[in-house]
Each structure stands twice: as C-alpha cells, then as structure tokens.
C-alpha cells in the first residue's frame, strides 16, 4: 500500500540542473521526513537532503548551496532541485520517508524504486 515514486532523472551535462520529484502514497504524508539518498556505484548509499514535518531541512557540505529540497503536502510530493551538477553528482537517487513510531524505537523507513542521474559531457 505505502509507495514512493520518483520521477525526473535522466542525463544532465555538467553545471546543468534537474528537479527530482517523489509522489508518495499509502502514508500520512505529513507526519513523516521526507530525504533523498544517493548512491554511486561502489560507495555506500548517502544523503543528500532531508526536510522534516516542520519544514526544517538538512543537507551536508558537498551539495549545500546547490541543491534544495521542498515538499508539498498538499500534493503528497517532495521535490529535490539540483544546480550546478557535477559528474560526482551522479548516482541512483532515491526517496525515502521516514517516521519514528516512538520516541524509545528505531525510526521506520518507506523506499522508493530510485531514479537514474548521470552527470557527464
């Protein structure tokens, strides 16, 4: 029931821009941390962004300034816009939502399928 879909991956040359969109369903979208995760081939799944139920978000020093995550709870949706992408950009992208059913346990976490993102010339 619960589902993730991303959408808006594809190839970008260097210093391009993609927006990222995941559609969620099966959850109450608004209770829930909405972030996105990438991973290159080899390395370990990262995060990229993360935005909470109050809005407030999060993103560590090598996408900071150039990528911005948003959510609309109107439409169960959380964008990721990417600017001025780089080749160490590239990677499955992947939505995740997350919520903690208490405060004494671990957090619980939905996946989506992942999107592709290429950033060559």
């Known amino acids: 029931q619960a589902q993730l879909v991303e959408s808006g991956g594809g190839l970008v040359q260097p210093g391009g821009s993609l927006r990222l969109s995941c559609a969620a369903s099966?959850?109450?979208?608004?209770?829930?941390?909405m972030g996105w995760y990438r991973q290159a081939p080899g390395k370990q799944r990262e995060l990229v962004a993360a935005?909470?139920?109050?809005?407030?978000?999060n993103y560590p020093e090598s996408v900071k300034g150039r990528f911005t995550i948003s959510r609309d709870n109107a439409k169960n949706t959380a964008y990721l816009q990417m600017n001025s992408l780089t080749p160490e950009d590239t990677g499955v992208y992947y939505c995740n939502a997350r919520i903690k059913p208490a405060i004494w346990k671990p957090p619980f976490d939905y996946w989506g399928q992942g999107t592709q993102v290429t950033v060559s010339s």
């Open positions: 935005i909470t139920s109050s809005s407030n978000t």
């Open positions: 099966g959850i109450f979208f608004r209770l829930y941390t």
